[in-house]
């Protein structure tokens, strides 16, 4: 099978190598995924330039990057029912600490990680199912339902915070969020969002809160964090819920506890690939169910042929883009 792969870290251009590699074989309990798609997020970009604190060399002596992807399953491992072999799949932590991700053709991976894909849904949007939508899924629904609550999400213009948009609006919830620039907020206001704000506002939590007309935030996504958690505390109502899965800007905040504690707030730190199997779970049917209402808008910038993977790395490392990042097999 053709496959990207890396022995090192370093700039994209220099270790990744499109090679040909031995197709493998599902084991016991385990899928074979031909791969039509395979998604580039920036958590691959980091791990593939050694970005991960305290990570010095690759965990593995050769690494197919890419979490996420989606195709048709080929063949099954002892234990699988055959009737899965055709079906079209999405692939979840494709990649998280297993040395063989999606820059493949081929993937074979615990049949739970290949989860059918609605008709519905084409194999380039499935490429984008397994980190940025079940991410947004989880940040906005994973405490329960949100309908008839005002919701906060921050960087509405990206693909995780445009996809929480959706999902919070499509469950009928009252959206704010927060970008910057002409086109992320055209971007997030076609989303759903009631109300879209400038997050570089000097006075952001007075503009929240005119927006909502005085009523104070039930549920926050937040992608920043330590930068934000300030203002969080100005805005968020008592027994409120903040639900963080980034905070690039600042990795080491100090939080304003007495604030929080007398609003009784609790703070849940996301990361998708750790989901407790119930809680992936009630993900998985959330996800399921909105792209069978046709809910979801999953934006893709570009898509690229495999051998193109370096390119899209150096794409996605930039920031520069509209969009998710897939590419063909």
Known sequence: MRAVSYTHFGPASEVLTLEDLPTPNPAAG?????????????????????????????????????????????????????????ERVWIWNGQW??????????????????????ENTSFTQGAVLGIPALTAIHTVL?????????????????????????????????????????????????????????YRSPTLADDILDATGGTLIDHAVEVEF?????????VICEGGRIVAYGSARDMTPTLPFYPLMFKAVSIDLALIYLLRDQE???????????????????????????SDCAKAHDIVAAGDRAGSIILTM
Do not use: W
């Open 30 to 86: 385990e899928v074979l995924v031909r791969l039509v798609t395979s998604g580039v997020n920036p958590s691959d970009i980091r791990a593939r330039a050694g970005g991960r604190p305290g990570v010095t060399k690759p965990p593995f002596p050769k690494i197919i990057p890419h979490s996420d992807g989606a195709g048709v399953i080929e063949a099954v491992g002892e234990g699988i029912d055959t009737v899965r072999v055709g």
């Open 97 to 118: 600490q297993r040395p063989f991700g999606t820059a493949a053709e081929y993937i074979a991976l615990p049949s739970a990680q290949a989860v059918a894909l609605p």
């Open 142 to 198: 994973g405490a329960g339902p949100v309908a008839g609550k005002q919701v906060l999400v921050s960087g509405g213009g990206g693909t995780v915070g445009r996809l929480a948009i959706q999902i919070a609006a499509a469950s009928g919830a009252k959206v704010i969020t927060t970008c910057h620039g002409e086109a992320d907020s055209a971007a997030a206001k076609s989303a759903g969002a009631q109300a879209v704000l400038d």
């Open 226 to 234: 330590g930068q934000n958690i300030d203002m969080l505390a100005k």
């Open 280 to 306: 992936r779970k009630i993900a998985v049917e959330n996800l399921t169910r909105l792209l069978a209402q046709d809910a979801l808008d999953l934006r893709i910038s570009e898509t690229m042929p495999l």
